[in-house]
């Protein structure tokens, strides 16, 4: 079992920016394969944002390519997302998303809103 911790929500104006964060809590003994960020906005199903390959190739929404970049830090235990240009459609809980040994984990959800 892979634990997360999503850190990094808020609410913030139209056009401002974001850093969200997902670390995994305990030490692991092998590379995580994926790590990645979904959204499900209030009513609507979750949604792909963007996720980053271990050997660092990233893949992004349309709706967010450009605004934000997915990165993955030197511990490699650590993904951040950070949102600029953030639009009021951007306004949703926020899940970070692994792929360890083969097993999909999702952290807890952060809320992020974004006011006009």
């Known amino acids: 079992q892979v634990q997360l911790i999503e850190s990094g929500g808020g609410s913030v104006q139209a056009g401002g920016s974001l850093n969200l964060s997902c670390e995994v809590a305990?030490?692991?003994?092998?590379?995580?394969?994926?790590m990645g960020w979904y959204r499900q906005p209030p009513g609507k199903e979750r949604e792909f944002i963007a996720n980053?390959?271990?050997?660092?190739?990233?893949n992004y929404a349309a709706s967010v390519k450009g605004r934000f970049t997915i990165s993955l830090l030197i511990n490699k235990r650590t993904t951040t997302l950070q949102m600029n240009s953030l639009k009021p459609k951007d306004t949703a809980v926020y899940y970070c998303?692994?792929?360890?040994?083969?097993?999909?984990?999702w952290g807890q959800g952060t809320q992020v809103t974004v006011s006009s």
């Open positions: 998303k692994v792929l360890y040994k083969g097993d999909y984990y």
């Open positions: 305990e030490r692991i003994f092998h590379p995580i394969s994926i």
């Open positions: 980053i390959i271990s050997a660092g190739s990233t």
